[in-house]
């Protein structure tokens, strides 16, 4: 009989080195529509966590379970399918500096056979009035705030429909007034649509306004 794992996200005993030792022990979870906040100083493994849950990286030892499916040993095709249910917002954003912000989010849609051109039109329409970015729909990346390509970096993750997403400090090199936007967004999106989180962030004002725990 195979193992059932209640958790939506778990380490277990995860070690990672390369240099030196990134992850020593690790050992935490995440339940199903919660969202925790992983804090500590730079070069403590916080990045490299989120790395391991998208199966960036691999573990040297230990298990890493993401929703609910141990993925320690899985290949890039399974991969692929869990990262549908799973996705990140960057710090850099990540952003195609070529594309629009409406065709920032639009390329997630891309792949998809379920909408027609019109359909993803107004998917893409509805992602930015969520994220309350509509306006900027036509603007290049190049012309935005930090904090709007944020918003933007998060419609576009939207726009696969994830059951999580992780966000690597999301309020870093952000104003005072945008950065309680993206908290008072990610609230929002943990309401409505009942979204698992993971938060790396310095930002302990945004830890206690978005967690549900801290690791």
């Not at 993925?71 to 195609?96: C, H």
């Not at 576009?156 to 945008?178: G, H, K, S």
Request: hydrophobic fraction near 45%.
């Amino acid at each position: 009989m195979a193992e059932e794992f209640p958790h939506y996200i778990e380490f277990r005993h995860v070690y990672k080195t390369f240099d030196k030792p990134v992850l020593v022990d690790s050992n935490f979870y995440v339940d199903a529509g919660h969202t925790v906040a992983i804090i500590g100083r730079s070069g403590v493994g916080k990045s490299v966590t989120l790395a391991h849950i998208m199966g960036f990286l691999k573990p040297d030892s230990g298990r890493v379970i993401v929703a609910h499916e141990d993925t320690t040993d899985f290949a890039e095709p399974e991969l692929r399918r869990i990262r549908k249910k799973v996705t990140m917002v960057f710090q850099s954003g990540a952003l195609f500096d070529s594309m629009t912000v409406a065709e920032n989010v639009l390329f997630s849609l891309e792949l998809r056979e379920d909408y027609d051109e019109q359909n993803k039109e107004d998917v893409v329409n509805g992602l930015l009035k969520m994220v309350d970015i509509y306006e900027a729909r036509d603007a290049y990346p190049a012309d935005l705030s930090t904090g709007f390509k944020r918003a933007v970096a998060i419609a576009r993750a939207l726009a696969a429909q994830p059951e999580c997403i992780l966000y690597d400090e999301p309020t870093t090199m952000v104003d005072p007034i945008m950065s309680d936007h993206l908290a008072e967004l990610m609230l929002r999106l943990k309401r409505q649509l009942r979204l698992t989180s993971v938060v790396v962030t310095h930002d302990l004002d945004l830890m206690y306004r978005v967690a549900d725990r801290v690791v």
